[in-house]
T-cell receptor, first 117, second 111 residues
């Protein structure tokens, strides 16, 4: 099946610094990528929908100035957590859909464990 | 608005026994339904999907799910559980190019 690569898989950063997470579709093109946040023992919370070449659509309650999303190409979307704080520590997961397959399964990255100290 | 409910936070089953992980959904129109599995500190892996056709869908690792329109359910099943099936399982519905996930069910298979 299609592969989505997410990098890094684990990152520790100091409070106040910024962290960038990359999400790449390796063997397909994705006009839309999704960014999720997962709290311990909780389901996935959709943060934003990333559209290639346009501004991301953020879910209610998600600060767009804090979680910067860029989708510069059909195979790459990035999430930057700006001025990170300990409460931003979480597991972040991206997913992408193959535009040629249309409305079928989404493929997920392996996730990024962010720890802010 | 679409929604998905997984009524059980955890399901415990002995190895070799059949397992069922429940999922019900609410969506207008025809639903696209999915099951994903998540292992610790990993992303989600696709198991199976229902788009149209046969109500019984077979997927990866011996899992299957039955779409029941009248009960708006899409329960995940496996005839004989393995210890390696222990993981977190998510049901999801798509009715507009966006997946909505259930709360997840932790499956514990004991030897």
């Amino acid at each position: 099946g299609a592969v989505v690569s997410q990098h890094p898989s684990r990152v520790i950063c100091k409070s106040g610094t910024s962290v960038k997470i990359e999400c790449r579709s390796l063997d397909f093109q994705a006009t839309t990528m999704f960014w999720y946040r997962q709290f311990p023992k909780k389901s996935l919370m959709l943060m934003a929908t990333s559209n290639e070449g346009s501004k991301a659509t953020y879910e209610q309650g998600v600060e767009k100035d804090k979680f910067l999303i860029n989708h510069a190409s059909l195979t790459l979307s990035t999430l930057t957590v700006t001025s990170a704080h300990p409460e931003d520590s979480s597991f972040y997961i991206c997913s992408a859909r193959d535009i040629l397959l249309g409305n079928t399964e989404a493929f997920f990255g392996q996730g990024t464990r962010l720890t802010v100290v | 608005a679409q929604s998905v409910a997984q009524p059980e936070d955890q399901v415990n089953v002995a190895e070799g026994n059949p397992l069922t992980v429940k999922c019900t959904y609410s969506v207008s129109g025809n639903p696209y339904l999915f099951w994903y599995v998540q292992y610790p500190n990993r992303g989600l892996q696709f198991l199976l999907k229902y788009i149209t056709g046969d109500n019984l869908v077979k997927g990866s690792y011996g899992f299957e799910a039955e779409f029941n329109k009248s009960q708006t359910s899409f329960h995940l099943k496996k005839p004989s559980a393995l210890v390696s099936d222990s993981a977190l399982y998510f049901c999801a519905v798509d009715a507009g190019n966006m997946l909505t996930f259930g709360g997840g069910t932790r499956l514990m298979v004991k030897p």
